[in-house]
Every structure is written in structure tokens, then in C-alpha cells.
């Protein structure tokens, strides 16, 4: 479908600190999420959605999402100046057999948010 976007793939045993319920590892983007992102995030959209693919395939930091099967990652870019907060919405038999894993949002944050974070929810997995 024209509307939806692949994005990469995640390493599933990574993601499995989220569920053990993984049914694909490719992440798609659609379009009415890049227009949310668009929205509420322009800055982010206009400079940084080139840094999904790696974002999902090799995540920094994996946290407990507020949602479930949903993962909160965290990514540093260009030496730790450029911070980055996605939630990926990871696709379980609970789903419709069509549907992949999807980001579902994507903002640039500042290291004041970045560690706020980090200490207030529980971190899953961290890259070595």
C-alpha cells in the first residue's frame, strides 16, 4: 500500500525484554503517523526521520512503554547531542495477521527529558 512505509528491521530477541510475541520484525511508518510526527514534532520530521532505520534495528536503550506490546526506545546521534525518544508498537497473534510492527511516534528530546527517563521508568535492554 502507498500509505505505509517500510522502515527496517529489529533483531527480535532484542525486542523480546517487550514480549515474547513477536510475529515479524519489519517496522513500517505510515502515513498518517509521519504527518502526526509532522504535526506535533516538525523539527523532528524535517531532520531527523532518516534516523528511524537505524533507531529500530540498533536501539541504545529499550524502556517499558506505557502501552502494551509498545517499546519506548531511546537513541543518542552526533556524539550524544541529537537525543531521540520512538515508540514502536510491536506486532503480537493478538494482531491482525496484515499488520507489522509500526512506529508510532518519533520526537527529538532534550538530555533533561533523556534522563528523566531513564530514571523514572524501567529500562529493558541496553546496548554494550
Not at 502507498?2 to 510475529?23: L, M, P, S
Not at 503517523?33 to 523539527?43: E, L, M, S, V
Not at 546521534?77 to 518519533?106: A, H, M, Q
Amino acid at each position: 500500500m502507498k500509505d505505509i512505509h517500510f522502515v527496517g528491521k529489529i533483531n527480535v530477541e532484542i525486542f523480546k525484554v517487550i514480549t515474547e510475541d513477536i510475529q515479524t520484525d519489519e517496522v513500517i511508518i505510515t502515513e498518517e503517523r509521519i504527518a502526526h510526527i509532522a504535526n506535533g514534532h516538525p523539527d523532528a520530521a524535517r531532520k531527523y526521520l532518516g534516523y528511524l532505520r537505524e533507531i529500530v534495528e540498533n536501539p541504545c536503550y529499550i524502556v517499558e512503554a506505557n502501552k502494551p506490546y509498545s517499546a519506548l526506545i531511546l537513541n543518542p546521534f552526533s556524539n550524544g547531542e541529537e537525543l531521540f525518544k520512538t515508540v514502536l508498537r510491536l506486532k503480537t497473534s493478538y494482531d491482525d495477521p496484515d499488520f507489522k510492527n509500526s512506529i508510532i511516534t518519533f520526537m527529538n528530546i532534550n538530555e533533561k527529558e533523556w534522563k528523566r527517563v531513564l530514571k523514572n521508568k524501567k529500562v529493558l535492554y541496553k546496548r554494550e
